[in-house]
């Protein structure tokens, strides 16, 4: 159950940021998290906690809030000369003046995008989630046939939560942000997912499983906590 701070502000809290409070029937104590995706902070209340005790707890816990937030990366936002990854490298955005080109296209390391300055965040951001489904689909095709099970689906998406998911139906779910990630990490990912259609389990055999569709796994997923908010930050 998700419930809103009404009658706090982030200003009197000197946090300048929004705060939620969830309960959570199964909490056991009060706690916070830094949300790096959307850069807020969410107050989890055990049932029956009044909200002035969680109120207290955020209060005491001003300066970790602060430093927590400030140690997230810098947004980076689609417009001209910022630079973004792209499957891990660095590509710079720039304006195309040729109008007979592509919308959007990457020349020379470059994603060179056409058309009004207006339009340039929802063009990269389509042509990065579009690329996006294209290598997943096609990764988690070719490691599922490896493995003799077929995907019945495969969606991407502005997941917050995960980088994929797997389905009993056999539906694969991926983060579009994937993208900014280098290449093995995305094919560990993919591997997890795909893995989950012999295994719905994190037992040994789904381990042994990932780690023959993917080696050194335990780097890749090192590398996904280490950057998660760097991830999230383009856009």
Known sequence: MHLAFRGVSSAALELGTPISIRISPRARRIALRVNAAERTVELVLPPGVPKSHGLQFVQSKRGWIAARLAALPPSVPFAEDAVVPVLGVPHRIRREGDAAGAPVAIIDGEIRVRGEPVHLPRRVRDFLVAKARKELDLRARRLAARIGRDI???????????????????????????????????????????????????????????????????????????HRSRLFSYG
Request: net charge positive; glycine share 6%.
């Open 152 to 226: 019945t689906q495969i969606r991407v998406r502005d997941t917050r939560s995960r980088w994929g998911s797997c389905s009993g139906r056999g539906n694969l779910s991926f983060s579009w942000r994937l993208v900014f990630a280098p290449e093995w990490v995305i094919d560990y990912v993919v591997a997890h997912e795909v893995a989950h259609l012999a295994e719905m389990n994190h037992g040994p055999r789904f381990w042994r499983l990932v780690e023959s569709l993917s080696p050194d796994s335990a780097v890749s997923r090192a590398w996904l906590k280490r």
